[in-house]
């Protein structure tokens, strides 16, 4: 027996401290709910495991800014179903003036609502707002304007655009007028810089017929002829000199000065193109370009003023006008539509991925408490035990005194 080294205190001591590590360690990850609660636990597994947190919580994000864009798309898909609302009825005032049993008076008053109608219209879309952003104006119209980032990592995004539903985009509003200023004529949109000067005029309605003929290039024209029509036999030629185009002269008893320019038209027609312009004078010397265009040919010339009910004729080619908008407007609601059934179905794959993320994460990080809670039983009793046979290896000592006495 020895006293100056008590070996079995010693290696009971150094038990009970790995107890009380184990112990520790058993503790924290009870209290905390995760097995790996630093880098020593477990350095794969924490490094994995937060790589699955970083694109856990990139695909709830995406889910959130799906849900935004469902609202921006229920936003604007909302205006526009008001807005053929308001087309409807234009038509049916167009139906309504169409008929023989108006006369000029009535289609005037009628032409009031409807021109009122045309300017709500543009009300709408320009008073439409998602998070202070105006999306029915064409400022978002072209592909991928409006981005949606619909998943966890870089280039995982949805792109597409909101078309303008302003009167003048769907051929239904009127363009502001300004003396010497340039009409674009453009075969698919409304130009805003669309104008017309006119002086000399009596109050009436007159007609600009313009006839163009190919220039050799395939589907390319240029302008043969621009004349003016008063409507009661009276035309007054004008003057080509490149695109610009000038009248001069007398027309129904009035000094006549018109001055404007016409771009380059183009059309996928293959014969000579002629259509007519409507130009409505409220005042003498004071012009208002109000409605445009006939078919000719397949080629369908927009309108510069907006929609007029003015004469039968006027009024049943109105009803035409207005059901291509209504059609353009389906065709927007239905891209919104199908953008809306997309954007759900992302969110409800999301979702899935993010749970099932989630449980793998989970296995690799959380801890089993059961088994925890077993592991830290085990510790307390060899913690109570070492401590016991610590206190008995501290008494041996004390037994070679019997022997010295």
């Known amino acids: 027996m020895r006293i100056q080294t008590n070996v079995s205190a010693l290696n009971a001591w150094r038990n009970l401290n790995q107890t009380s590590g184990a112990m520790g360690k058993n503790l ?5 709910g995760f097995r790996i609660n630093r880098a020593a636990d477990d350095a794969a597994g924490l490094a994995i495991s937060e790589k699955m947190r970083a694109q856990i919580r990139g695909l709830n994000q995406a889910t959130r800014n799906a849900q935004d864009g469902i609202s921006l798309i229920q936003t604007a898909e909302g205006a526009m179903g008001e807005i053929q609302n308001i087309l409807q009825r234009m038509r049916e005032l167009a139906n309504q003036a169409a008929s023989d049993g108006m006369t000029d008076a009535d289609r005037d008053k009628i032409q009031k609502e409807v021109d009122q109608l045309a300017k ?61 200023s340039t009409i674009d004529k453009d075969t698919n949109s409304f130009i805003d810089s669309s104008t017309l000067s006119v002086t000399g005029l009596e109050a009436g309605d007159y007609t600009i017929k313009i006839t163009l003929v190919e220039d050799g290039s395939s589907g390319t024209y240029k302008y043969d002829s621009v004349q003016l029509d008063d409507g009661k036999g009276g035309i007054l030629d004008g003057v080509i000199n490149g695109n610009s185009v000038t ?14 320019t016409l771009n380059d038209a183009s059309s996928t027609g293959a014969s000579d193109q002629t259509y007519d312009v409507e130009l409505k004078v409220t005042e003498k010397e004071v012009a208002d370009s109000y409605v445009a265009a006939t078919e000719a040919n397949g080629w369908q010339a927009k309108t ?3 929609i007029s009910i003015s004469t039968q004729q006027a009024a049943s080619d109105a009803v035409k006008t207005i059901d291509d908008a209504i059609n353009n407007v389906s065709g927007y609601r239905a891209e919104l539509g199908a953008l809306q059934n997309r954007l759900e179905h992302s969110i409800a794959n999301l979702q899935i991925t993010a749970e099932n993320l989630q449980a793998a994460e989970s296995r690799i990080r ?34 070679i005194l019997k022997l010295l006495g």
Not at 121 to 130: G, R, S
Not at 132 to 151: N, S
Not at 372 to 393: K, N, P, V, Y
């Open 247 to 260: 009248f001069e002269g007398q027309l129904g008893g009035a000094e006549v000065t018109v001055a404007f």
């Open 304 to 306: 510069y003023g907006g």
């Open 28 to 32: 924290e990850r009870l209290s905390s």
């Open 366 to 399: 959380d801890v089993d408490m059961a088994q925890e809670m077993t592991q830290f039983t085990r510790s307390q009793i060899l913690m109570q035990s070492g401590t016991a046979m610590l206190a008995q290896a501290n008494m041996m000592p004390q037994a």
């Open 120 to 180: 709500q219209i543009t009300d709408v879309a320009n008073t439409t707002q998602f998070n202070t952003k105006r999306i029915l104006t064409g400022e978002y119209g072209g592909d991928g304007a409006i981005t949606i980032q619909t998943g966890a990592n870089k280039g995982e995004a949805l792109g597409f655009g909101i078309a303008a539903v302003d009167a003048k985009s769907l051929g239904v509003g009127r363009a502001e007028v300004a003396p010497e």
